[in-house]
């Protein structure tokens, strides 16, 4: 059959996906190509990421008989850890090794890609971690389209890491009666509310360390503007005026196209008795209405024994029912018999449907570590949280989701303790500030929503994305 001028050159589109392998920055990319792929059937997807996040990502995928389209096709890149390395609890080494072997494992994994395909690659999308991509495509001569995984207040501290490293080291006023930690960042636009505490250490220290991480993430800022399009994990409407004039003015080709791993609205849950965890049939049958605590820390933060030990008890003392995603290695770290003591009000379970259980109606308050996503997710579903931040944009968030929207509340000193669970408990089920942050989080759900509908910003911005990865 005859094919269209058009046509045929949409069919030569390939377009290169290249994944930061940690955390949950694969996932979230991952499911905006799964989203690219379905509306663009005649553009081929090559998606470089390290065996064992390609492996979770894709099997997963299936698992949930969410076919995976003929156009996309995995291809393993070096995760550079040598052989018969012992490696160490620190979960950032990982991500040092597998830096020190970019962007070569990168560049090999094109290059078989290109040849297995016959096709060029006319597109980078690329997490924007990943900040030697832009020069990359400038060399290859391709567009370059970085994805942004974090909130759009961690991209600006990024953008103004140079603004803000001098501000900590000349700003600080000795008569000042504010600590240095607790100076707010008002000089930053759209970060009024930020305090020095809230950035991470990859920003505090500097780059005088040897980490690769932190002087990537110092690029950013800098190599951002060889970017043809920026796209955002966000929606238009949730950001501040502020901040959204601002980084508008620096990045005119901003795309938001919304919660890449949670749609709004959700979508209907499964029936409860497909899920092998067994949490939905526990929720429905057993829960009343908004009564759960759902706790789950994602796949890298990992509490402190003594913590969890608090948390346990503070969920004893209260008798509220909880549904706690723990792995099963940290599960014997619990006080002696507290999994049979608290089975009449809890359920424990190494991995949870978080999207799933965050979408049911029993559920009440998410206790988190305020990664973005976990963030995301929950207010896409309406949950108030209680938050605990460990390490990256965990703080930043916090403070987004306590002031900014005013949906949770982070827990006292920022580590678990009995009384400060207990309080933060009280204040979300017992207190007329949690009944607010309800009502608030269901608005930000009702603005998610209407910015997700069709024709609404956030599918306008999805299909410039899809009409200039054609094009390129
Ligand atoms: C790919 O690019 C190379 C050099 O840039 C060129 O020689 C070759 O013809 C191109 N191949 C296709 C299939 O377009
Ligand atoms: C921004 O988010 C990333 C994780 O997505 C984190 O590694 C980084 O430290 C964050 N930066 C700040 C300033 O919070
Ligand atoms: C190169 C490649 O495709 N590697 C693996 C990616 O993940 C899938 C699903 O687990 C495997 O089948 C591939 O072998």
């Known amino acids: 059959m005859a094919m269209a001028a058009g046509d045929q050159s949409s069919q030569l589109q390939h ?3 290249l994944a930061f392998p940690f955390g949950s920055h694969g996932l979230t990319i991952f499911k905006l190509m799964l989203k690219l792929s379905r509306a663009s059937p005649n553009t081929r997807f090559s998606f470089l ?27 393993d890149i070096d995760d550079g850890v040598p052989m018969n390395h012992v490696s160490t609890e620190n979960p950032l080494e990982t991500v040092e090794l597998f830096l020190k072997a970019t962007p070569e494992n990168y560049k090999r994994g094109l290059q078989t890609a290109v040849a297995e395909t016959g096709r060029n690659i006319s597109c980078l999308i690329t997490d ?37 490293r001098q501000l900590l080291i000349n700003g600080v006023d000795e008569s000042s009666i504010v600590s240095v930690e607790d100076r707010t960042l008002d000089i930053i636009p759209g970060l009024s509310m930020m305090r020095i ?33 920026i796209v955002m994990n966000f929606y238009q409407q949730l950001y501040s005026k502020e901040l959204l004039n601002d980084l508008k003015s620096k990045f005119p080709n901003l795309l938001n196209v919304g919660f890449l791993t949670q749609p709004s609205p959700p979508p209907p849950l499964p029936e ?23 706790i789950g820390f994602g796949t890298v933060a990992t509490p402190p024994q003594h913590e969890l030990v608090a948390l346990a008890e503070a969920l004893e003392d209260s ?18 018999n507290f999994v049979e003591r608290s089975s009449g009000h809890g359920k424990i379970v190494s991995r949870a449907p978080q999207t799933q259980v965050l979408g049911h109606g029993s559920v009440g308050v998410f206790v988190t570590h305020c990664g973005a996503n976990s963030v995301f997710e929950s207010v896409a579903n309406g949950v108030p949280m ?51 942050m309800r009502e608030n989080v269901q608005l930000i759900k009702q603005i998610a929503m209407e910015a997700a509908g069709p024709g609404a910003s956030a599918s306008r911005d999805f299909n410039t994305l ?5 094009m390129f």
């Not at 916090?398 to 309080?423: A, C, D, H, Q, Y």
Request: proline content about 5%; some cysteine; overall charge negative.
């Open 128 to 164: 924007a971690f990943l900040t030697f991509a832009g020069e990359m495509a400038e060399n290859m001569i391709v567009a370059w389209i970085p994805v942004f995984v974090a909130m759009p207040y961690n991209v600006s501290a990024h953008i103004y890491t140079d603004q803000i």
């Open 15 to 17: 377009v290169a996906v």
């Open 319 to 336: 008798r509220v029912p909880f549904l706690w995603s723990l792995r099963d290695d940290r599960i014997e770290q619990l006080p002696e």
């Open 49 to 75: 990421s390290t065996k064992k996040s390609n492996d979770s990502l894709f099997l997963a995928s299936m698992a949930v008989a969410d076919d995976l389209p003929a156009n996309i096709k995995p291809y």
């Open 197 to 229: 505490s809230d950035l991470s250490d990859e920003i505090l220290n500097g780059d005088s360390g040897d980490s690769l991480f932190s002087l990537m993430l110092s690029k950013v800022g800098r190599v951002l503007p060889k970017a043809t399009l």
């Open 386 to 436: 209680i938050c605990r931040p460990f390490f990256g944009d965990h703080r930043m968030n916090g403070r987004v989701v306590e002031e900014v929207w005013g949906i949770g509340v982070k827990v006292e000193g920022m580590v678990f303790t009995k009384s400060g669970v207990l309080k933060s408990l009280d204040l979300i089920f017992g207190h007329d500030k949690g009944k607010l």
């Open 466 to 470: 899809l009409e200039k990865i054609s």
């Open 272 to 294: 409860s008795d497909s899920d092998s965890t067994g949490c939905l049939l526990w929720l429905l049958d057993q829960q009343e209405p908004k009564s759960v605590v759902y």
